[in-house]
């Protein structure tokens, strides 16, 4: 149905010769086929204008990886731009339900699929967390809601407020907070009516709830499938009630996930989960680099830039392991090994895949070293000059006072850092000696 757009971009950058990084130019040909592929997945043109505006500076004059045509190093550029706008912040399944009973206030239109994934996170909750959860119906217009509800719960193994006729919304609210505290419920989820439209008394409705429920988290549940009709919708919800997150659904179907972005971009409100059935099993929490690559239609691509980058970073690794062995260890390769580290979650990682390390991670560890000091020590060489990083012996007192005050530090945080460099040195060196350079090489792989 879409053209791919790594096809559009290949037929691009055929007519463009190689060369070693992005020009202007052509990362504007390139991100010019991105933007129609945005408007393609359905994303808003203000919001695909911007974020294109976005990567264009980022993406020109980034070296390009070799082996990939900078075709495809503009999709990876694209695709990361996209996880970092479809990110927010925290983990976001992680619902916030501490001091039972907590409410969960559940939001959207009809037909959104509002009950549905009520029922689904409410089985997540009890089956992955364990909780308690009480559900009830707040849609005094549909009887035949209420119902669906009470279907769905029998059907789960959850608990639902028991319907009793003519009670309004705030009343069945207030009902359902008692009946969760007396009943010794974890969360009670609460399903507030939907409207085919947003209309005044539907708001007024969900504000009044809100006001009496207090509640932890509210869920907009929108359909994924309506893109811009989507975000016009959390908008408004968002503007009255106030959501702390976004639920997608009908991510099964065909749709190309743009909402998705827009929604993000405009609301500014993290996408939580994502429905992708009808079967109360069918819900996950929301992965952007998955939504990225299904607005581009182009996982492969960007697992295939991804795979190059590697393998050149192993490159740079074995030749770094090589002058280690014959005692050539210099700053730069301090610092190559200090931002692996800062890639890999710290310190213990990468000195666990270094056989004779581990004891050298204690003892850091143990003098308070973390991911702040990393970035830090990484400062401190950058401030010194080509000839020193490669030999750091040259530093005299001056230029020692100069460096660390250039990098915002102490003389004494630089004379650390040499040392740590000496010692790992000399560890190197006499590993090159024991001849453990092939296991050395083994755990680089
Ligand atoms: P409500 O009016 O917002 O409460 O919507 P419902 O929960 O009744 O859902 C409306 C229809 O959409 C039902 O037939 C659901 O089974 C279906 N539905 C809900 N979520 C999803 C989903 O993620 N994927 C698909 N394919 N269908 C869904």
């Known amino acids: 149905m879409f053209e791919n757009l790594s096809e559009r971009l290949s037929g691009v950058f055929d007519r463009l010769t190689k060369q070693g990084a992005l020009s202007e130019e052509d990362v504007k040909t390139a991100l010019r086929e991105v ?29 390009v990886t070799k082996s990939v045509t900078p ?12 996880v970092d706008t479809l990110r927010g912040e925290g983990d976001p399944g992680a619902l916030k339900i501490d001091n039972p009973p907590a409410p969960i206030l559940m939001v959207g239109l009809q037909g959104s699929g509002k009950t549905t994934t009520t029922a689904k996170l409410a089985k997540r909750l009890k089956e992955r967390d364990g909780k308690r959860v009480l559900m009830a119906s707040l849609d005094t217009n549909r009887p035949a809601a209420m119902e669906q509800l009470a279907i769905l719960g029998n059907q789960i193994g959850v608990d639902t407020l028991p319907i009793v006729k003519g009670e309004d919304p705030v009343a069945i609210a207030k009902r359902a ?43 907009l549940v929108v359909d994924g499938l309506t893109g811009q009709d989507a975000v016009n919708v959390a908008t408004e919800f968002d503007a009255k009630i ?20 827009s929604m993000r971009a405009v609301t500014g409100k993290p996408i939580r989960f994502v429905g992708l059935g009808e079967k109360m099993d069918a819900i996950e929490t929301f ?10 239609g182009m996982g492969d691509i960007v697992a295939l830039v991804e795979k190059a980058q590697e393998t050149i970073e ?56 973390d991911d702040s000091i990393l970035k830090r020590q990484i400062a401190l060489i950058q401030s010194m000059t080509k000839k020193e990083r490669a030999n750091p012996a040259l530093l005299q ?28 040195g000399d560890m190197m060196k006499k590993m090159g000696k024991m001849g453990k350079g092939g296991m050395l090489k083994q755990a680089m792989k």
Request: glycine content about 10%.
């Open 35 to 63: 933007r129609v592929a945005l408007l393609e997945a359905d994303v808003s043109l203000p919001v695909a204008r911007d974020f294109v505006k976005a990567v264009q500076d980022k993406a020109t004059g980034q070296a």
């Open 71 to 82: 075709g495809q190093q503009v999709v990876k550029i694209v695709h990361d731009a996209l």
């Open 177 to 219: 907070k008692t009946q969760a505290s007396l009943g010794g419920y974890d969360v009670y989820m609460l399903d507030t009516a939907g409207r085919l439209h947003i209309d005044q008394e539907l708001i007024a409705q969900a504000a009044a709830v809100r006001d009496v429920a207090n509640p932890r988290e509210t869920l």
């Open 242 to 261: 106030g959501v702390t997150g976004v639920v997608l659904t009908r991510m099964d179907g065909d749709g190309r996930g743009g909402a998705a972005l």
């Open 287 to 296: 992965e952007p680099d998955r939504i990225a690559g299904r607005i581009l």
């Open 314 to 369: 192993a490159e740079q690794a074995e030749k770094m392991m090589k002058r280690m062995m014959k005692g050539q260890f210099n700053m730069n390769d301090l610092r190559m090994q200090l931002e692996q580290m800062l890639k890999m979650g710290g310190m213990e990682g990468m000195m666990s895949m270094m056989p004779g390390m581990g004891k050298m991670a204690k003892q850091v560890e143990q003098a308070g070293f």
């Open 397 to 424: 007192a001056s230029r020692k006072k100069r460096i660390a005050a250039g990098a915002g530090m102490e003389v004494s945080d630089l004379n650390k850092l040499l040392k740590m460099h000496r010692q790992m």
